[in-house]
């Protein structure tokens, strides 16, 4: 098995377990989508790429926005705010230390790819704003938005 095939079916097992854990049931249209869901790991992608992509299989549009959703809860998804005003989705990598609370990321707007930054960069400026408005922060999401190292080097 190819590495990235191996780390793709890891990413099915990990969701699919989530799932499982969580009480609902796993049915075949759910396998399906998360199957596509885990082939898009490193892309943004919209519920309707995903739609588009799994509508020969017979699979229904609600069926497809409402497991984005169960899947966003659980944590396995986030929503990306791009400036084209499409709502889009990125798969959150398992065991990352990457929580729904705070994600901070890079995000190519030509290829979609996305990159989670290992340390935040705005730790030290978010205590100093907690501390001098006295808010209580819970998270924050940070995406910088640009392009990437392959998309620049193509232009």
Do not use: K, N
Not at 17 to 28: D, I, K, N, P, S
Not at 58 to 66: H, I, M, N, P, Y
């Amino acid at each position: 098995m190819h590495r990235a095939d191996a780390g793709r079916a890891a990413l099915v097992d990990y969701i699919l377990g989530l799932l499982e854990q969580a009480g609902h049931r796993v049915t075949e249209p759910r396998v399906q989508l998360i199957q596509a869901v885990a082939a898009w790991e490193r892309q943004s992608f919209t519920g309707e790429d995903l739609y588009a992509e799994l509508r020969p299989t017979g699979l229904g549009r609600a069926t497809v926005f409402r497991t984005l959703r169960l899947l966003q809860e659980l944590g396995v998804l986030s929503r990306l705010h791009l400036s084209d005003g499409c709502q889009r989705y990125v798969v959150t990598p398992p065991a990352s230390g990457h929580s729904p609370e705070h994600m901070d990321r890079l995000i190519c707007r030509r290829c979609g790819r996305v990159a989670y930054l290992d340390e935040c960069p705005m730790e030290d400026s978010l205590a100093r704003i907690a501390q001098a408005t006295g808010y209580r922060v819970d998270g924050h999401h940070l995406d910088i938005v640009g392009l990437c190292a392959e998309c620049s080097a193509a232009r």
